[in-house]
């Protein structure tokens, strides 16, 4: 399995940087910002550095002439900033500035030429990623803004486990990596993606915990903030968990799962799913943001047909599929013979763990033994899932 994840591209943390001296674009601005969660700096002017001569030097006329890693003075600090959003009635003079990312040239697109060439021409001078111009780019600008509010960074690597069979076992499996996940310090969330399953709070014996389920979120549409999510979640065995109650309510739209997946995505770490065996409109859109899809195959010739159904609905849904064969006895398939049967690498085997029933009945989930098979597989699983830095290999 490979993974490119884009680094985020901005130096420094904090609160995004605003310049303009146009009292309606910063309005606008402004408003951009609350919407996002974010409290900006705002620097109406940009002033000129000290050391310019008549204000010329190396940015012209008004320009800034700083030195390398050095900026415009203020709270906020060129340099600093998450987020430099210009306005484009200043950018001609912020073109002295150093070069870094995260600086974006802003303009109202009433009356203007998007296709000016003198607005791109002051884009490329000040070193800026786009010019956004509204109201047409505020949708994007938000999203942009709400994940420098949230320190977004590096996407959580997010695993699928789904049963190639009735009883496969995904849903032990998905506790079990969910767990190990944690134990190894982590940043964990198990989402529980089957209405039908009984859910995974059972499975983790914490039905009694406190915090929100999935039908809180059915109206959840458009941008979820990640970290309210967390922080409403049950947090059971160093990890956050998103599962169903015993309400008659067993469906969310598929927009609510795609908001959803995509906020626990953003807080980093590790995002397992618990996925059911149909692949309706909303397992669609969990697929949709997934790494991996770990399918769980029991070694015998009924389960391998019925995976094969289930592979095939996963066909051109799911980027990366690979099987997890069940332990198998004498006589039954080898591990190697199932994948080539399914036409699908294989990840692993996942060991038979005795003693799972009594554990449960103890409310100890299963992989919480971490000498026992179950937690070493999903430990070694991680070690080479997670252990590749800036790329995914298993």
Do not use: Y
């Not at 032990?172 to 995974?200: N, Q, W």
């Not at 790494?291 to 996963?314: H, I, K, T």
Request: glycine share 16%; with cysteine; proline share 8%.
């Amino acid at each position: 399995m490979s993974r490119e994840v884009p680094e985020w591209p901005v130096p420094g943390a904090g609160r995004p940087l605003i310049i303009t001296e146009d009292p309606v674009l910063l309005d606008d601005l402004l408003r951009l910002c609350a919407a996002a969660g974010a409290e900006p700096h705002v620097q109406p002017a940009v002033p000129e550095q000290s050391g310019t001569a008549g204000g010329g030097g190396a940015g012209g006329a008004g320009g800034i002439a700083a030195p390398a890693g050095a900026g415009p003075p203020g709270a906020a600090g060129w340099a600093d900033a998450p987020l430099v959003l210009v306005g484009e009635d200043v950018g001609g003079r912020v073109r002295g500035a150093p070069r870094r990312g995260g600086v974006f040239l802003v303009g109202r697109s009433e009356g203007r030429n998007p296709d000016d060439p003198v607005v791109w021409q002051r884009a490329v001078e000040i070193g800026a990623e786009q010019v956004l111009w509204l109201p047409d780019s505020e949708s994007w600008l938000v999203d942009r803004i709400a994940d420098v509010a949230e320190g977004a960074g590096r996407p959580a690597l997010a695993v699928g486990v789904i049963g190639g069979s009735g009883g496969a076992g995904a849903s032990t499996l998905a506790c079990s990596l969910a767990i190990s996940a944690a134990r190894s310090g982590e940043r964990t969330m198990l989402i529980d993606g089957d209405p039908f399953g009984g859910g995974l709070d059972v499975l983790l014996g914490g039905e009694g915990a406190e915090g929100l389920r999935w039908p809180d979120f059915a109206a959840s549409r458009g941008r979820v903030g990640a970290g309210a999510l967390e922080e409403s979640l049950p947090q059971l065995h160093g990890l956050r968990l998103l599962s169903w109650d015993r309400g008659k309510r067993v469906l969310v739209p598929p927009a609510a799962m795609c908001s959803v997946l995509a906020a626990a995505r953003r807080r980093g770490g590790v995002v397992v799913v618990d996925l059911p065996r149909r692949v309706d409109e909303v397992a669609v859109e969990a697929l949709a943001q997934l790494d991996l899809v770990l399918m769980v195959v029991p070694v015998e010739l009924r389960s391998v047909a019925a995976a094969s159904r289930v592979g095939d609905a996963l066909h051109g849904m799911a980027r990366d599929v690979r099987v997890v064969v069940r332990a198998r006895l004498a006589g039954e398939l080898d591990p190697d013979e199932v994948a080539g049967l399914l036409r699908l690498p294989l990840a692993g085997e996942m060991p038979v763990e005795l003693g799972v029933s009594e554990w449960l009945s103890r409310g100890e989930p299963p992989g919480t033994f971490v000498w026992g098979p179950l937690a070493r597989f999903c430990d070694g699983f991680w070690r080479r899932a997670l252990g590749a830095g800036q790329g995914v290999t298993a």
